[in-house]
């Protein structure tokens, strides 16, 4: 048995192909193909991108489970 923590819920992807930030990428299928996309272009500097230079393709028949958070900000040295 295997226990899978996430940040945020989880995003089932069955559509492929897919691309994720790959910070957010949690498990996928070993079946799939993958590789890394540039995706640093004029939406992403206006802020319409999803802010990441690079993500990760993954392509064929298979499932990719995403969290919807990059994780918990760091813990300010407040007052």
């Given at each position: 048995m295997v226990?899978?923590?996430?940040?945020?819920n989880?995003?089932?992807?069955v559509d492929m192909p897919t691309f994720v930030d790959m910070q957010s990428a949690v498990l996928w299928s070993g079946?799939?193909?993958s590789s890394v996309r540039k995706?640093?272009?004029?939406g992403a500097v206006v802020g319409r991108g999803s802010g990441e230079a690079y993500q990760l393709a993954l392509s064929g028949?298979?499932?990719?489970?995403?969290?919807t958070s990059e994780g918990h900000p760091a813990p300010s040295s407040g007052s």
């Amino acid at each position: 048995m295997v226990a899978v923590l996430t940040y945020g819920n989880p995003v089932l992807r069955v559509d492929m192909p897919t691309f994720v930030d790959m910070q957010s990428a949690v498990l996928w299928s070993g079946g799939l193909q993958s590789s890394v996309r540039k995706t640093a272009k004029l939406g992403a500097v206006v802020g319409r991108g999803s802010g990441e230079a690079y993500q990760l393709a993954l392509s064929g028949e298979g499932i990719v489970v995403v969290q919807t958070s990059e994780g918990h900000p760091a813990p300010s040295s407040g007052s």
